[in-house]
């Protein structure tokens, strides 16, 4: 039983390892577009929204890595403590245990099958992520639904929560969209998409035609997340319409 968690444990060092990697490629990867999009400031909007894009993926995919790593670190510990437990209780009870193994394993005889594991965290939102890129709206929508719905707590709700605006935007729902985005900002205040839902919520409501609580929200976005990417697209979109980035101070009488 030792060999077999000494082997488990070496395992999971061995994955914990390859999530770092993943993480520092993912990160350099990250630099290079960022660098890009800078550069691309100037130059046309679809060209920035289209770095944007891929900026949001690649970033997406290291948050989920982290998280990833974060789980692999404590089943290590998880790991490492239950064979301080064996090992103590080897030393301690190694004669009684053997005695006691004939009657275990007449019990065993009647021990029900574990149950088959539901599907994991990781693995459901990767699949909404997936067929969301892939333009599979609708069954995006059930995923990261069902993310919500069994994984309420886990650091990537927010997220979850944030694409199912996309997907209404995407599909030109937009009123149902400033709801979602709603959603990340008052049900998940530490989420990573905060700036981006608020940015898309402005548009979306630019889109539905309410201009004056569009362009108050676009503002808001330059206001809290100041040098953020999200930022300088609510600016541009703010010069689009031709509308200052900042609200006008009360005219003083």
């Not at 948050?63 to 209780?89: E, H, N, P, Y």
């Not at 029900?112 to 990781?122: E, F, R, T």
């Amino acid at each position: 039983m030792r060999s077999a968690m000494d082997t488990q444990n070496a395992t999971l060092k061995t994955l914990v390892q390859q999530s770092l990697d993943s993480v520092n490629q993912l990160n350099n990867k990250m630099g290079v577009v960022e660098k890009t999009v800078q550069e691309m400031q100037a130059n046309t909007g679809s060209r920035i929204d289209t770095m944007t894009t891929q900026t949001q993926g690649l970033s997406d995919n290291m948050q989920d890595m982290q998280a990833r790593v974060a789980k692999l670190s404590q089943q290590m510990t998880d790991m490492q403590g239950l064979l301080q437990t064996i090992d103590a209780k080897l030393s301690g009870s190694g004669s009684a245990a053997a005695n006691s193994g004939g009657g275990g394993a007449a019990n065993g005889g009647g021990t029900a099958p574990p149950a088959v594991a539901p599907i994991s965290a990781d693995t459901l939102y990767q699949n909404g992520l997936r067929d969301y890129n892939g333009g599979n709206y609708d069954l995006a929508k059930q995923e990261f639904s069902d993310y919500l719905k069994n994984f309420p707590t886990n650091p990537l709700a927010g997220n979850a929560q944030f694409y199912l605006g996309e997907v209404s935007f995407a599909q030109g729902n937009y009123a149902e969209a400033v709801t979602q985005y709603d959603m990340v900002l008052y049900s998940y205040p530490k989420s990573f998409k905060l700036a981006g839902a608020l940015l898309k919520k402005g548009q979306a409501e630019i889109k539905l035609g309410q201009k004056a609580s569009g362009t108050r929200d676009l503002r808001e976005v330059v206001r809290r997340f100041p040098g953020a990417d999200e930022a300088k697209q609510a600016q541009a979109k703010l010069k689009e319409m031709g509308a200052s980035a900042t609200s006008a101070p009360p005219t003083k009488r």
